[in-house]
């Protein structure tokens, strides 16, 4: 067997592992799909309440509705917004079985390498096959492959409470009592929220979404008690664009966030940043940390950490990566993602060519991709592999193609911190008046294949902290 015959491995039976198998198998090639979890959609199960804020339209691959189609499979309603859940039972498992021959469950990838190869080996590297090291059926197997795509996802290693990217002391300790993401308030979950204090830490959608949820317990529990722990000093940052996204599900979330604070239906902790996390004497949680420049404790019953993710690197250890310092995401996407820098309208698309490692035919796509960056959407991972795919077949024009047209957040909600010495005279905080022309600036800039320099109009002072019997005070 050469290498030119042995298959694409892919890491990971998620939306974006399948949509590249389905990919792969189109251009002529064998796909091989190593999925860690029992079943398609592993991670999607794990936040299956949760409704999402892209329509079907975004959420299934072209190439892999074609592919089911040919099983007589009818794609969902385009405006329809899917549940978690629903997006596992409608297409995943379908496109699962469409694939079956190519799948494999519970198979956890923990290595990748080069034949007889470490990282330090560079004459005839290109040559050799990938080697993938599998723990399998309570057993370790490797498997050969032309070219490795991961995209195993983040969601399994998640930010953690602490403000400086450690977990907070006491973190660990304090486990039983924290859970990351968006647990299942209203449901499996309920017994563990209602009528308790819960501190919610994160200021992205997940955030919004465990608040909107913890606040609907309230209303038929109303011993139950909600704090909102951010870090960032504007608080309208973490609402988004509003009535003003492309995405009205999206927007909602904001809409409905603000409404919660304004109700005082939710206490504001901001900006705070969590230092340490100890037991109270009756089993509680005591967090600790600077609010604006001050100590300041608080207690709650329970902890929701939404913080965020980041990718877990370490099968990759052998393979030569090329990654953005403080991104962790793939080096030449680093400057269009960077939340420091942008947050105007959407990320340009982008491809196998800005994806590309030192080792050749390596790619990692998906949300893994973006590394800790937040604002990857599920359509920008069809793309990603729909170009990996092309150029995994030498097909470079498609590769370098963009099929692809993103929604527009409708916020400038960051004052930016430019990567370069010299940014657009949009970067240092515009008037109010001044942000639709210099968002429009940013967009043209990013169309023409440049990252953008963001903008956002200088932030208001925020007075906040409604909270364990502070005076309320006006939410800016």
């Known amino acids: 067997m ?34 860690a979890g029992p079943a398609a959609g592993h991670a999607v199960r794990q936040w299956h309440h949760v409704q999402m804020f892209t329509p079907w339209q975004y959420c299934v691959d072209r190439q892999a509705a074609a592919l089911l189609a040919t099983r007589g499979w009818k794609h969902p309603p385009l405006d329809d917004v899917p549940t978690g859940g629903e997006l596992v039972a409608r297409y995943l498992e379908p496109l699962a079985a469409a694939l079956a021959t190519f799948v494999r469950f519970n198979a956890r990838v923990v290595a990748v390498t080069r034949l007889n190869s470490d990282k330090v080996r560079t004459a005839g590297r290109e040559a050799l096959p990938f080697v993938l090291r599998i723990a399998e059926e309570g057993t370790v197997r490797t498997i050969m492959a032309r070219a490795v795509i991961d995209a195993s996802g983040t969601w399994f290693s998640p930010n953690p409470a602490g403000a400086d990217g450690l977990p907070a002391i006491g973190e660990a300790e304090a486990a039983e009592r924290i859970v990351a993401g968006i647990p299942d308030v209203l449901g499996t979950d309920r017994s563990i929220y209602a009528g308790r204090t819960t501190a919610v830490v994160g200021s992205g959608h997940s955030a919004l979404n465990a608040l909107i949820e913890l606040a609907a317990l309230r209303e038929v529990e109303p011993g139950t008690r909600i704090l909102w722990m951010l870090r960032k000093e504007n608080i309208e940052a973490a609402f988004g664009g509003e009535a003003a996204d492309a995405l009205p599900e999206r927007g909602e979330l904001g809409i409905q966030g603000r409404a919660l604070v304004e109700s005082g239906a939710v206490d504001v902790v901001a900006p705070f940043r969590v230092a340490s996390i100890g037991r109270t004497e009756t089993g509680g949680l005591h967090i600790a940390g600077d609010h604006a420049g001050k100590p300041a404790e608080f207690t709650a019953d329970r902890m929701i950490v939404a913080t965020g993710f980041r990718p877990d690197l370490a099968m990759l250890r052998e393979v030569r990566l090329a990654l953005d310092p403080w991104l962790e995401c793939a080096e030449k996407i680093g400057p269009l ?139 800016a």
């Not at 298959?7 to 939306?15: D, F, K, L, N």
């Not at 942008?342 to 340009?348: F, L």
């Open 2 to 35: 050469t290498v030119s015959t042995l298959p694409v491995a892919i890491i990971g039976a998620g939306p974006v592992g399948l949509a590249a198998a389905a990919h792969v198998l189109a251009r002529g090639e064998t796909p091989i799909v190593l999925e």
């Open 337 to 475: 993602i960077d939340p420091n820098e942008h947050s105007c309208g959407t990320v340009r698309p982008h491809g196998a060519v800005e994806l590309a490692h030192p080792d050749k035919d390596f790619y990692i796509a998906g949300i893994k991709s973006y590394g800790r960056a937040p604002t990857f959407l599920l359509a920008t991972g069809h793309e990603q592999v729909r170009s990996i795919a092309a150029a995994l077949a030498g097909d470079m024009e498609a590769a370098r193609r963009v099929e692809l047209d993103l929604p527009e957040t409708g916020v400038c909600s960051s004052q930016p911190t430019p990567r370069s010495a010299v940014a657009s005279s949009c970067c240092g905080g515009p008037a109010p008046a001044a942000v639709d022309a210099c968002c429009a600036s940013d967009a043209t800039t990013k169309a023409a294949g440049e990252a953008g320099c963001g903008c956002a109009p200088e932030p208001e002072p925020v007075v906040v902290a409604a909270c364990c019997g502070a005076k309320r005070e006006a939410v």
